[in-house]
């Protein structure tokens, strides 16, 4: 078995499902669940063979030697197998497509995790996690996970990143080692996958209030955008050490030079979804070439206020050789900024 760098670790059938992308998103992660997820999937499988489903369930070990496990509840001689995350009956193989259409199938539609391993206690398994993983990714409430990395915590130099998701995929909060540890920038790129809000309560980085937005063609290399956000900070009179971090669109997520350019300027990017940017009613401009390009309003505006929270322009779409840059600023509700709450 290959070095678990980040463990993806849940209770519930909605957390695997939430968690499963991010095992082929993030190098070295490794899906841990439950065993009671598949204790129930057994129990709804046995249920509906009663009346006259599949019966049998066939994933992945969850050790490497012993290859496939198979679990049969049902004592009859009909089986059934997993695919695309659905439950077919052994003679629906060579016909994928009835898979899903199977009643059976229809009504209770039981993913599969083939790559996951299952564990019996939260607690144990962070504990044998804890000394060896980069990061640890929850899908589980926060006490749950609290009462789990507690008996362990030792220093924020020591201590591996902790992210917690809810089990609606709607937060992923930076819980321990934000920042030293690299929760914060784990959190941000779990929601960059996912499409979740990343929660950062840093006070050092919760007190920087600009973000940039950019747009810009496809390969375009990284030290033009870097230049480009430097220009635009420097005529609005901004330091770096104020940017909280860049954002663009998620059709952009793949884009080098603009991954580079990040890592570059030592700040986090995210990824505003096209769903989010096309829904938004601020005030922004729109763009014909972006819309035929992206099919999208605008990259550079929508996404400087959509990354944050009571944003307002501080800088309007600059075009610097053929990149676009927006500045917006976060209100905080303590301070002058912050637009007034109706």
């Not at 509840?73 to 197998?81: C, D, E, L, M, P």
């Amino acid at each position: 078995m290959n070095a678990v760098t980040t463990a993806l670790i849940t209770l519930s059938c909605e957390g695997a499902k939430l968690l499963a992308p991010l095992s082929a998103a993030l190098p070295g992660a490794r899906l841990y669940i439950h065993e009671s997820v598949w204790d129930e999937s057994v129990r709804r499988v046995s249920h509906m063979n009663k009346s006259g489903g599949s019966g049998v369930i066939r994933h992945g070990s969850t050790h490497a030697e012993s290859g496939k496990i198979e679990a049969d509840r049902s004592g009859s001689s009909g089986g059934g197998i997993i695919r695309n995350g659905l439950i077919c009956r052994e003679e629906e193989r060579s016909e994928p497509s009835r898979c899903a259409s199977t009643p059976a199938a229809s009504a209770e539609a039981i993913p599969a995790f083939p790559e996951a391993e299952r564990f019996s206690r939260i607690a144990d398994l962070t504990a044998s996690l804890f000394p060896v993983c980069r990061g640890l990714v929850y899908a589980a409430p926060c006490g749950v996970v609290v009462r789990a990395i507690a008996p362990l915590i030792r220093n924020k130099y020591e201590d591996p990143a902790v992210v917690v998701l809810d089990a609606g995929g709607r937060w992923a909060v930076s819980l321990l080692s934000g920042h030293e540890g690299g929760a914060n920038s784990l959190a941000i790129r779990v929601a960059n996958i996912l499409g979740a809000e990343p929660v950062i309560t840093t006070t050092t980085e919760a007190l920087k209030s600009v973000i940039v937005g950019i747009g810009c063609r496809r390969g375009t290399p990284a030290e033009r955008i870097v230049a480009a956000v430097q220009n635009v900070l420097a005529d609005a009179g901004i330091t770096l050490d104020e940017v909280r971090l860049l954002a663009s669109a998620d059709v952009k997520a793949d884009e080098a030079g603009l991954l580079a350019a990040a890592e570059a300027l030592g700040l986090p990017i995210r990824f505003i979804a096209a769903a989010e940017i096309r829904a938004c009613l601020r005030d922004f401009s729109h763009t014909d070439f972006v819309r035929e390009k992206v099919n999208l309003p605008a990259v550079a505006e929508p996404a400087a206020l959509l990354a944050g929270r009571r944003t307002h322009f501080i800088c309007r779409k600059k075009k610097i050789n053929g990149i676009t840059i927006a500045l917006a600023r976060e209100g905080f509700l303590w301070s002058e900024s912050a637009p007034e709450v109706r």
